[in-house]
């Protein structure tokens, strides 16, 4: 996850660096259910409204969450599939809220209603979490459900009311990129603590659908508005948190963004954003799904690391015997093609490797998703470096 907000407070108001500390264990993305009342164009899961044998009963997700705690994972974020079609959903978040997680509710919002709004704050989510794939048109097209939108909205007003954090989630595609400026005038009108703005990443139904991934240019455009809405808040003194995740290139745009708007800072955020280091997946993140594999992130279903029904995850987690893990856990990473060769390799860390994989067949290709240009991460056409210095006055003076 790459977060807007704390580097543009960085602009506005520098902070000392300080040491990076690394959280002791993964944030831990938990797939507790499968079934969805909706089927979603990108749903990474590839839920649908049915019943999924061999998913993880009560007693066994207990267990899992006490290793979790003995592994000292800080976070848990609670998905799906719906998750709040669990009939223990309730049980779970407030069991993992008193053991001293940051739990997190993941929900396409259609089923937060008056009859189970108090039940959610009950929990105490420390977060919740809505998907809005644009605004109403858009939205009940990409949902496949008509008054998909209205029964999200209405459920993110919900939470709002009863001071629950809440926040939008949306995925960005040709289709719904139009939307974007709309949504963003949505957060603010209805008063929205966050917006998470996801890169389409080719995992589940979006890999099926990556003829319809945003062009480079929008991808650009989409983030130019991200960042210069983010700026005009806290400049406005109005508290939102923007986010992205799913290309770590944004910490490189962010650079440049800076370097054209804010150069006296530019050093600075270069060294804040080298401190932050990038993709973390298999690292910092990871993902049990409904039936208790494990995998480096929510986007690799397609590769088991192990299942909790048969190991620990905290085993599972620190094995670095699958070549995948032990690839992702190296540092640096040993990647190739333009990633290899960008001078901002220190910055996103080679980026997404499962677009990479999913396209090549080899996940330490160069990833196809980075939309920055080869004179922006300072390669030839031939994938070289250019032998040039990154941070020189001629390169400053651009």
């Not at 808040?233 to 109005?238: D, E, H, I, K, N």
């Not at 600075?268 to 298999?282: E, F, R, T």
Request: proline share 4%; hydrophobic share 35%.
């Amino acid at each position: 996850m790459f977060r807007i907000t704390q580097y543009l407070q960085e602009v506005l108001q520098p902070t000392a660096l300080t040491e990076k500390r690394n959280p002791p264990a993964p944030v831990v993305i938990w797939n507790l259910i499968r079934r969805c009342n909706l089927t979603c164009k990108h749903c990474y899961s590839i839920s649908a409204d049915k019943d999924f044998p061999g998913e993880l009963g009560t007693e066994e997700i207990y267990a899992v969450m006490d290793d979790l705690k003995r592994f000292r994972v800080p976070v848990l974020i609670l998905s799906g599939g719906e998750p709040l079609l669990r009939p223990d959903i309730f049980d779970i978040a407030r069991r993992a809220k008193s053991m001293g997680f940051y739990v997190g509710l993941s929900s396409n919002g259609t089923l937060i209603d008056k009859n189970n709004i108090e039940q959610i704050a009950a929990c105490d989510f420390n977060y919740v979490g809505v998907s809005l794939d644009g605004m109403r048109e858009t939205h009940d097209r990409f949902r496949r459900m008509e008054g998909a939108f209205e029964a999200s909205l209405a459920g993110i007003r919900l939470c709002r009311d009863l001071g629950l954090k809440v926040g939008v989630r949306f995925t960005l595609t040709q289709d719904n990129a139009h939307d974007l400026p709309a949504l963003l005038k949505l957060i603010e009108d209805e008063d929205i603590d966050r917006f998470y703005f996801s890169h389409l990443n080719y995992a589940g139904r979006g890999n099926k659908h990556r003829e319809d991934d945003a062009q480079h240019r929008m991808t650009r455009e989409a983030m130019d508005l991200l960042f210069d809405t983010c700026l005009e808040y806290l400049q406005r003194g109005v508290e939102k948190e923007f986010t992205t995740g799913n290309n770590d290139a944004d910490g490189v745009y962010l650079l440049h963004w800076v370097r054209r708007h804010f150069p006296a800072q530019e050093a600075h955020i270069h060294a804040k954003l080298v401190q932050w280091g990038g993709n973390s997946s298999g690292v910092n993140v990871a993902n049990i799904d409904n039936l208790g594999n494990v995998h480096p992130d929510t986007m690799w279903w397609h590769h088991n690391l192990g299942n909790v029904k048969q190991r620990p995850f905290s085993e599972i987690w620190q094995d670095t015997s699958d070549p995948l893990m032990a690839g992702l856990k190296q540092r640096p990473r040993q990647v190739k093609g333009r990633c290899g060769a960008c001078r901002h390799f220190d910055i996103c860390g080679g980026n997404t490797r499962v677009r990479a994989q999913q396209v090549s067949g080899d996940p330490w290709q160069e990833d196809p998703g980075c939309y920055l240009t080869d004179a922006e991460i300072g390669v030839t056409t031939s994938g070289e470096r250019l032998q040039t210095t990154p941070w020189s006055r001629k390169e400053q003076a651009k």
